[in-house]
């Protein structure tokens, strides 16, 4: 090979590695068959096929059935050139193109769709945007999605796959609804990454920050990021977000109630009741960073995360939207009065909307969210 030409493939290589994504669909479901339905011609290993099929679990291997006979083999390697839908019982009937490799992993099916990345982040900007009118506001939710995926691509990279279609990565629940809006801004966006001093940024967002986004350190104690600061989202008293339905937010635990729900956590033992609760430290933000219980015996304290997560977990995760609350107490009960929804890091994907309407182009809404950042095509 002629050196020049060697040169120019390996200049070529890494960026067409990087076009299309490998996605573990199904990631969070144990199943050992699925249905694949067809509305045009799909290859299977070379072979033609339409209409309806099983594919299951054989042993170690994976087997098709129905009018194309395949398997039992190791890999099935099916190209869709229209669309399949994947279906089967207690599970979500999805669409997907582009190539679908089926294996066998401890009698389940390991499904992975590979798939264009363009494609993929406006099926993930159409999930994550679908509270979202405005163009720019999608367009700033496509660059962050962009470089979040980027930035995630070796999540999973000793399973044989990039991102899982779980929100452990990224939700992505196949390009069945692509809304045409989260299509055009991808498009428009085509290639452009954040980046912070040359590196791709970590590209949080949230739905709602109300009034404030959180500093990245008090809600996770990772390393921190420059860019991911408490930023004040908006003129005094008028947050971009603020045109966000559910803004404020509101709720009642009865002492009760509450005793049940931090027993269940392990912040109190079976004999201790719930008798206050308070915040004792707040952040910089001003969202609450620390709360205390007083039990019949002692305080105890509990980070406002844990509380948000325990509460979540069995409450439901309406019940506390966001750390940005303050507690009023009454006779058997406390209120607390928040707002916003979300952890409150990075962009405010509402205030992004608020920006949008305001007239600011997507490049400022991101500059305004991770300051110090630009966007740049890579
Ligand atoms: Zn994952
Ligand atoms: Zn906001």
């Known amino acids: 090979m002629k050196p020049l030409l060697l040169l120019l493939l390996l200049q070529v290589l890494p960026a067409a590695a990087a076009e299309t994504v490998d ?158 809006k989260a299509r055009a801004a991808a498009e428009a966006t085509r290639g452009e990454l954040l980046y912070y001093k040359g590196k791709p940024a970590a590209t949080y967002y949230h739905s709602i920050c109300g009034g404030r986004t959180a500093l990245m350190t008090s809600v996770w104690p990772y390393e921190g990021k420059p860019y991911l600061v408490s930023v004040k989202d908006g003129p005094p008293g008028r947050p971009y977000c603020a045109i966000a339905p559910r803004f404020y937010w509101k709720t009642k635990f009865y002492y009760t109630g509450l005793t049940r729900l931090a027993r269940q956590a392990g912040w109190i033992l079976r004999d201790e009741e719930a008798r206050s609760l308070r915040v004792v430290r707040w952040g910089v933000s001003g969202r609450a960073e620390t709360l205390e219980i007083r039990t019949q015996r002692r305080p105890v304290l509990v980070p406002v995360t844990e509380f948000y997560h325990g509460i979540g977990r069995r409450a439901g995760w309406q019940a506390v939207r ?50 110090g950042t630009e966007v740049k095509r890579d």
């Not at 291997?61 to 190791?74: F, I, T």
């Not at 009454?330 to 920006?355: S, T």
Request: include cysteine.
């Open 23 to 180: 996605i573990r669909l199904f990631s969070l479901h144990k199943k050992s068959a699925v249905y694949l339905e067809t509305d045009g011609p799909v290859s299977v290993d070379g072979r033609r096929f339409s209409g309806r099929t099983r594919i299951s679990v054989r042993g170690s291997q994976v087997a098709m059935d129905g009018d194309l006979k395949a398997g039992p083999v190791k890999a099935l390697k099916v190209l869709v050139s229209g669309h399949a839908w994947l279906s089967g019982p207690g599970l979500p009937r999805r669409r997907y193109s582009g190539l679908l490799t089926i294996t066998a992993k401890e009698r389940f099916l390991k499904i992975i769709n590979s798939v264009p990345l363009e494609p993929y982040i406006a099926g993930v900007v159409t999930g994550e945007a679908s509270d979202l009118s405005h163009p720019e506001a999608y367009k700033a939710q496509a660059v962050a999605a962009r470089t979040y995926i980027l930035k995630h691509l070796r999540n999973h990279s000793g399973e044989g796959y990039h991102l899982c279609d779980s929100t452990h990565c990224q939700l992505y629940t196949g390009d069945g609804h692509v809304s045409h």
């Open 322 to 371: 966001s750390a940005y609350f303050s507690i009023v107490a009454g006779k058997d009960y406390v209120l607390l009065d928040g707002k916003g929804n979300g952890h409150g890091v990075g962009m405010c994907q509402w205030g992004a909307e608020g920006m949008a309407r305001k007239g600011f182009k997507y490049q400022d809404i991101l500059k305004h969210y991770y300051p």
